[in-house]
């Protein structure tokens, strides 16, 4: 069975301080994806990474996968209390199955 | 608009009663996903379906049903909802994996049913 593991699953930072989401899956998978939920919304996709050393960056946000140590990270540069929110990965498996994460759930603090 | 309509939003129904959770997608997209989410343990995938009259199951497809007879329909069918079943539910939509720009695959959510069963 698959495992997706996020680390942490709460986070509380401060307003321009960097840091970083752990996504780690126990099967082979080429596909992760990253989306961003708001408290009481629905999900926002952020990322796609397709292959091993993929790195995608929007804003604050940047992502990268590691298909070798079955890992990926969202990494936030200088946190402004727009990203907070809650954060989860996806793991894609044969058949375009998809599992989730637990989680993040970010507060940036001014 | 890129849209994936989800009705109703909100549900509130007893056990053993027959419902359905409607949703639609104006994507022309072929590859169509129900989940719910429950507190603590993310988001499960229930049953998705690569093209029309094509489903598979998720990982937790017990006690519900969906159908794919037109493109832009995937219903949810609870032939007998249980208290179990109560949950946010979420249907989703994206470029079939293979049909498209996998970089440009992105997931349309739609806006979530909150259903209890008492």
């Known amino acids: 069975e698959l495992k997706v593991e996020q680390n942490p699953l709460f986070l509380s930072m401060q307003e321009g301080k960097n840091y970083t989401i752990y996504c780690n899956y126990s099967?082979?998978?080429?596909?992760l994806y990253w989306y961003r939920q708001d408290p009481g919304k629905s999900l926002e996709s952020l990322f796609v990474l397709l292959s091993n050393g993929a790195v995608k960056q929007e804003g604050r946000l940047m992502a990268s996968l590691d298909t070798k140590a079955r890992l990926s990270t969202l990494h936030i540069t200088a946190a402004v209390h727009d990203l907070s929110a809650t954060y989860f990965c996806a793991v894609e498996t044969s058949g375009s199955r998809l599992t989730f994460g637990e989680g993040t759930q970010l507060t940036v603090n001014p | 608009e890129a849209q994936v309509t989800q009705n109703p939003r909100y549900l509130i129904t007893v056990t053993g009663k027959k419902l359905t959770v409607t949703c639609s997608q104006n994507?022309?997209?072929?590859?169509m996903s129900w989940y719910r989410q429950d507190p603590g343990l993310g988001l499960r995938q229930i049953y998705y379906s690569m093209n029309v009259e094509v489903t598979d199951k998720g990982d937790v497809p017990e006690g519900y049903k969906v159908s794919r007879k037109e493109k832009r329909n995937f219903p949810l069918i609870l032939e007998s909802p249980s208290p179990n079943q109560t949950s946010l539910y979420f249907c989703?939509?994206?470029?079939?994996?293979?049909?498209?720009?996998?970089?440009?695959?992105?997931?349309?959510f739609g806006a979530g049913t909150r259903l209890s069963v008492l």
């Open positions: 099967t082979t998978s080429d596909r």
């Open positions: 994507m022309n997209h072929e590859y």
């Open positions: 989703a939509s994206s470029t079939a994996p293979g049909f498209a720009n996998l970089a440009k695959n992105i997931q349309y």
